[in-house]
């Protein structure tokens, strides 16, 4: 292993690649690439939670001047899929078609259309006539899983294509049950048993670019698919199977993406659009308006968790239940994985002999389901760590203690790693590197904990609280990564990934990588992702993998690369490979001032041509966690219920930073999100299950004026099977604020709040309950 | 149509404009795509740009509005080769991470410093307060914004 | 904005009265509402911003003046004397951003049930000044929002300016909103005249919370006469969070907002009694 000392790009603050041209306003994203003429397209949506459709008339709207296309149920093919943007075969239930007789949310598609322009289009979808068949709809999921409840899927073709439990007579998109030793004799050894029901709510990712597409044919007829995507080969598959031509025909590109949160590893416009150029012959541009965004893209599921903890007096925990009934709405989109997950990345943290876990997911008529960064760790995780605060009170314990004593360590395993996987079965896994113990210790004294000063205000009630918090890095067995690294006559190399950069600064961390272990300068790597044309395949930018899994992919290429250079340098010199070496483009060993650029021009141009170009694929054999404790320290105003957040501290093991500032940005990011999904963020449906609120004014996401004071302090460790060490940083800081405020809030006020978000009026009428 | 002569940059353009044309679309359809729409409700502010000395929501400003008036984009500010030390400070402090949001906040930034040389982290998450990112936090931009200040600073004073 | 024809931008009052004479006709001030409105209506777009004679602050001994197109963050950056409670509305108006545009007379005529600078203004007692082609004329704060500025403004008729006295009130005004950039679930102004030690006169206002700033007089007219004391205040919240018609809010029930009404009126009260001085910028909860 090569030391942190030896390292010359793994570890800075290089220059984040694409950062310049961003902040000169260049033309990076799709909207800014389109061509001088094009169709806008537009979506008619549902306005009934649950209805079947007799009839549609789109005559009026065909007839309109400057409309296109109109495409609906009546004229598209019905082909059953996932809109989720996962590895094939997908655990996600195929149960979406571009368009159906049946809509099953407000804001379910009903059809689309392509015309010369914006308000054409917009005006179309008024002319187009939809007669309903109202159906009962069913809003809670607990409901929706009872006798009688109306079923969402009832058609025929909707199923499942692997061999995982889905009932959709019962509303029932997935279900898992895993059990280790003996939870009910765990619970009756225990001297305090705690427990309660924790509800977490929805939540929307809010990328600040909304999801856009921009669909075109070339001159040959292949489709081009210019899309703000973090999955462009999934969407390509999809795309593919959906509109049913062949894989070959379509090219997707990403460009740069304003932001994607895992709402963006969603195939939502991309079909539509498609279908919309292959009927039209015309580029079609298709973005959705933030309403949209908010109520038709994806969302965070919402979830029920009945949450159970034995623990006896010295503070060994004998038993922990986790009940988890997860809201997918309308359509099973990562229904099973993110439910399986709520267990996976949250139940290793304390190793018990006696665990029973249990996740349902039902379909309701509300906003879909999603990937989003936290992935169910963040539902889960909330009941979780309140529960472990209260379990700490009852016997007398300080939390921070009753951490300390139990979480995972190094070395230690835990039998849900291998019980629950994503789809399939998960893999057996030890702990390798964790600083879990040190993030504790950094993050309470950052804190001040134990200490507290007196509140600002005599309305005012000061606490502290804090969470520990795990993720996973990959998904083992199931994600692939690859890479092409190709040198060029100066010396650089074009650096062509699948691995999707949607703004978290990828591209960098791995130019970084490629640079580092090559011995050049990171000026030196041209990074290119992804063109589904031009660079190798790449499962996307999720499950917190894109380091650690993409990461590896990079620096297996780019050690094949240099193989091959210090081969080329050996033939010219007449020495052996094994005494050369390269540290800044220069190949050193023996008496020569070679440069790579030298290798270059002499392979390119004189003798033995060839090109120096090499590929290598990664598949990861484990998913290794990366652990952080979340502190807060706030204040509740009792006069009115409000909690000012003052100080937030993350402390962060993500094994080696290969971009330290990178790193705290991911974390800051995640932290900021999780704070005002907590405290603001939220859904509000009307009777009918219409989202009242799917606006900016009124779905509030933090300002900057809104932050607490932040400290981020990240814990080196060292991953042996990642890339230098590195493990995941991006997903895991997102969870910390919810259970982390709410056993601040405890401490201050002397109260349990068990859902989300921590809304004013929520916390002054539990205040008002107390009394 | 409404004719009108707007100032861009430096730039004169003169265009008919549909009367609910809003400048953020005009701007766009001119080429200056730094200017970004993330809500067209004036809640995002991904579309701000300087009308006239005063920073503002260009989704919520007609573009005959605009008419014998100027405005600024982020493209006046500097260019890859030359950076303002506002955007070398974004950059190199790590407050750039997906970037929708970055030209219209370094607009911001550029404000406030014309205003205030010195800024505290409070005036500096007030002035910022319009521009929502989800990516960083706004730790690395008010970072980014004290840095670039404090080099303003310097070269203040060395000119002087 | 669809159907509109004709933009004008008069450099002069009078031209612009004379433009708003015409059926048809919108003003607009700082915009920040307009450019979202498709009102097939308007024809005629007149834009105020030229204006001088409708610009900028003044004090004239105790008086000061708010040209109608002074923005928020005019207010916020103008160096001499204004009341501290008109200073924290306008500061809790939305972003940078919007206060960079958002006019006084804009945010008057709109009238909003989040304005903010609304329940400071009536809370002063402002006088409001209105101009048409024809005439100008003062009406009280208190008119102007008896119903609604739409119903009182005659056709073609713009506000000019307002004007309030500086010292004449110890004043205080909260808002209470979920960030601070949003619009208010409640605010509330308390303006209280001390005479001898006790309250001569006082002005309690809400907004937020209903569906237009509205001063509470019945609570007032508690206040009247009385030695201030913080039982009195509490007993003016009770009163203000019984007498006051609240809103339907999808954001929160009629019960917090009673709550939130008691509790944050008396805290105005109190803050405006420890007197408030001009030079303190207000503070938004």
Not at chain 1, 274 to 285: D, E, Q
Not at chain 2, 74 to 85: A, K, L, Q, T
Not at chain 3, 249 to 255: A, H, I, M, Q, T
Request: proline content about 4%; aromatic content about 6%.
């Amino acid at each position: 292993m090569t030391t942190s000392n030896s390292w010359k790009q793994v570890g800075t603050n290089v220059r984040k690649v694409d950062g310049m041209a961003l902040a000169t306003g260049g033309s990076l994203f799709v909207n800014d690439l389109l061509d001088p003429e094009y169709l806008f397209g537009a979506i008619l949506t549902s306005p009934h939670a649950h209805a079947r459709i007799l009839s549609i008339d789109t005559s009026e709207a065909e007839a309109l001047d400057g409309v296109h296309a109109v495409i609906h149920y009546g004229n598209v093919k019905r082909v059953p899929h996932t809109t989720a943007g996962q590895g094939y075969p997908e655990p996600s239930p195929y149960d979406t078609y571009m368009f159906d007789s049946k809509v099953r949310y407000v804001g379910d598609r009903v059809a689309a259309v392509a015309a010369d322009s914006e308000d054409i289009a917009r005006e179309a979808l008024k002319l187009i006539k939809v007669d309903y068949e109202v159906l009962e709809p069913v809003f809670d999921a607990v409901e929706a899983l009872k006798d009688g409840a109306p079923i969402i899927h009832d058609e025929e073709d909707a199923r499942v294509i692997i061999p995982v439990f889905y009932d959709k007579t019962r509303n029932m998109a997935a279900k898992v049950e895993t059990s280790v030793g003996d939870p009910d004799k765990g619970f009756e050894e225990a001297d305090a048993v705690v427990e309660d029901v924790f509800e977490t709510h929805y939540g929307h990712h809010c990328p600040i670019e909304p999801h856009v597409t921009y669909t075109k044919l070339d001159p040959g007829g292949r489709l081009i698919i210019t899309t703000s995507t973090q999955v462009p080969f999934h969407v390509r598959r999809i795309v593919s199977q959906v509109c049913e031509i062949p894989v070959r025909k379509i090219r997707v590109i990403k460009p740069r993406i304003g932001g994607g949160f895992g709402g963006k590893q969603e195939i939502l416009l991309e079909d539509v659009c498609s279908k919309l150029t292959l009927v039209t012959g015309m580029p079609v541009l298709l973005n959705y308006n933030r309403e949209e965004e908010f109520v038709s893209s994806r969302t965070r599921h919402p979830s029920r968790c009945y949450t159970k903890l034995g623990v006896k007096k010295d503070g060994t925990i004998t038993a922990i239940r986790l009940h988890v009934v997860l809201n997918t709405g309308a359509y099973g989109s990562h229904a099973l994985t993110v439910g399986s997950n709520a267990g996976s990345k949250v139940l290793p943290m304390y190793p018990c002999e006696n665990i029973d876990f249990k996740m349902e997911a039902a379909y309701t008529n509300l906003p879909v389901g999603g990937a989003y960064r936290g992935y169910g760790a963040t539902q889960a995780v909330f009941g979780m760590e309140v529960l472990i605060d209260a379990a700490a009170k009852e016997i007398g314990m300080d939390p921070i203690e009753f951490r300390q004593k139990n979480h995972i360590v190094s070395g230690q395993g835990s039998p849900i790693f291998k019980a629950l996987g994503e789809g399939t079965e998960g893999v057996e896994m030890t702990i390798g590197s964790c600083g879990l113990e040190q993030c504790i210790e950094l993050g309470s004294k950052a804190i001040e904990w134990g200490e507290k000063a007196p509140p600002s205000s005599p309305s005012r009630k000061r606490g502290k609280g804090c969470a520990i918090l795990m993720q996973g890095s990959s998904i083992p067995h199931v994600d692939m990564g690859a890479a092409t690294l190709k040198l060029n006559e100066d010396g650089s190399f074009n650096l062509l990934m699948g691995a999707t950069d949607l703004g978290t600064g990828s591209d960098t961390v791995l130019s970084q990588i490629a640079a580092e272990e090559i011995g050049v300068d990171v000026e030196m790597i041209i990074p290119l992702s992804s063109d589904t044309d031009i660079t190798p395949f790449d499962v996307g930018a999720y499950a917190s993998s894109t380091t650690y899994l993409s990461g590896m992919a990079v620096k297996k290429t780019a050690a094949l690369i240099k193989h091959q250079i210090l081969e080329a340098a050996a033939e010219m010199l007449g020495s052996s490979v094994t005494s050369l070496t390269i540290e800044n483009g220069n190949i050193r060993g023996g008496n020569t001032d070679l440069t790579i650029s030298d290798v270059a021009l002499h392979t390119l141009y004189s003798e033995n041509q060839h090109q120096i170009i090499a590929s290598a694929s990664h598949i990861t054999e484990k998913s290794p966690p990366p652990f952080a404790a979340h502190f807060v320290e706030l204040e509740v105003d009792e006069d009115t219920g409000m909690i000012d957040v003052q100080h937030y501290v993350a402390a962060v093991d993500c094994g080696t930073t290969i971009h330290p500032k990178l790193a705290e940005g991911q974390t800051e990011g995640a932290l900021a999100n999780g704070l005002s999904y907590a405290l603001t963020e939220q859904y509000i449906f009307n009777e009918k299950g219409k989202m009242l609120n799917p606006s900016f004014g009124h779905y509030k996401i933090f300002a900057s004026s809104d932050m607490p004071k932040v400290t981020t302090i990240m814990v080196p460790t060292y991953e042996a099977t990642g890339p230098y060490g590195a493990k995941s940083v991006s997903e895991i800081s997102i969870n910390g604020a919810l259970p982390a405020i709410a056993n601040a809030i405890y401490d201050a006020i002397g109260i349990r709040i068990t859902s989300g978000p921590f809304s004013p009026d929520k916390i002054l009428k539990a205040i008002r309950d107390k009394a | 149509m409404i004719q009108i002569t707007v100032n861009v940059n430096g730039e004169d353009f003169d265009v008919d404009v549909m009367p609910e044309l809003t400048l953020l679309d005009l701007l766009r359809e001119l080429g200056f795509h730094s200017v970004k729409k993330g809500c067209g409700e004036g809640d995002c502010g991904a579309c701000g740009v300087i009308l006239d000395g005063i920073y503002c929501k260009s989704c919520l400003v007609l573009a005959m509005q605009a008419d014998g008036r100027s405005v600024l984009t982020v493209e006046s500010m500097g260019n890859v080769d030359e950076p303002h030390p506002l955007q070398k400070a974004f950059v190199d402090e790590g407050a750039v991470q997906c970037g929708y949001c970055i030209p219209s906040m370094l607009l911001a930034a550029d404000a406030l410093l014309s205003e205030n040389e010195d800024p505290t982290d409070d005036e500096i998450k007030e002035a910022l307060d319009g521009n929502l990112c989800r990516c960083t936090g706004y730790v690395k931009q008010i970072n980014a914004v004290k840095k670039a200040a404090k080099v303003l600073r310097e070269e203040e004073n060395d000119n002087e | 904005m669809i159907n509109v024809e004709e933009y004008v931008r008069p450099q002069n009052l009078a031209e612009a009265l004379e433009h708003l004479g015409d059926s048809g006709s919108v003003a607009i001030a700082g915009g920040t509402s307009l450019a979202l409105s498709r009102n097939p209506a308007w024809t005629k777009v007149v834009d105020l911003s030229d204006i001088e004679e409708i610009d900028g602050i003044t004090e004239d001994g105790d008086k000061l003046h708010l040209g109608a197109m002074v923005t928020m963050s005019d207010i916020l950056r103008y160096p001499g004397n204004i009341p501290c409670s008109i200073v924290a509305a306008a500061k809790s108006v939305s972003s940078t951003p919007i206060r960079n545009m958002a006019t006084v007379g804009g945010s008057m005529v709109r009238g909003v049930y989040w304005s903010d600078l609304i329940v400071a203004l009536l809370a002063l007692d402002a006088q409001v000044e209105l101009a048409t082609a024809d005439e100008t004329r003062v009406i009280s704060s208190s008119e102007l929002y008896a119903t609604h500025p739409s119903k009182v403004l005659k056709q073609g008729e713009i506000i000019t300016g307002v004007t309030v006295d500086m010292f004449k009130f110890r004043t205080h005004f909260i808002k209470l909103a979920r960030t601070k950039v949003d619009y208010a679930i409640m605010s509330t102004c308390a303006s209280i005249q001390i005479s001898d030690g006790s309250i001569e006169q006082a002005r309690i206002t809400i907004g937020g919370a209903v569906n237009l700033a509205t001063r509470l007089v019945e609570v007032e007219e508690m206040l009247a006469g009385q030695m201030p004391d913080g039982e009195l205040f509490k007993a003016a919240g009770v009163k203000a969070g019984n007498v006051a018609s609240f809103r339907s809010d999808f954001r929160v029930n009629s019960e917090y907002q009673k709550s939130v009404t008691e509790k944050l009126v008396a805290r105005a009260l109190e803050n405006a009694f420890a007197n408030c001085r001009c030079d303190e910028k207000g503070s938004a909860e």
